[in-house]
């Protein structure tokens, strides 16, 4: 059985900051790209950004030069460093990792998500 815990989200002023953290627990051979997606009522799901095992990074348009992923590989944690944050950056915020986990195939596992709200 593997856990994504998301932890951080909150309420916050518009320009403000928030880091968002996020450990992928059980019996985790080897963890392949981590990153975060988004989902705004009423929205479709958006693929915020992406780590790869090597650090290769990769962000939407709408928060590059705002938000930094960043990993803990020995952790098994990924991070979401959000600044300048806007109202449109209103959403609940889902991690993700590509794992290979005892005994199943390779596959993509999601936490539950935390509520980011950031007003006007």
Not at 55 to 63: F, I, K, L, P, Q
Request: with cysteine.
């Amino acid at each position: 059985q593997v856990q994504l815990v998301e932890s951080g989200g909150g309420l916050v002023q518009s320009g403000g900051s928030l880091r968002l953290s996020c450990t992928a627990s059980g019996s985790i051979l080897r963890s392949y790209a981590m990153g975060w997606s988004r989902q705004a009522p009423g929205k479709a799901r958006e693929l915020v950004a992406t780590i790869t095992s090597g650090g290769s990074t990769n962000y939407a348009d709408s928060v590059k030069d705002r938000f930094t992923i960043s990993r803990d590989k020995a952790k098994n944690t990924v991070y979401l460093e959000m600044t300048s944050l806007k109202p449109e950056d209103t959403a609940v915020y889902y991690c993700y990792a590509d794992l290979l986990v005892v005994p199943y195939p390779r596959n993509f596992y999601w936490g539950q998500g935390t509520q980011v709200t950031v007003s006007s």
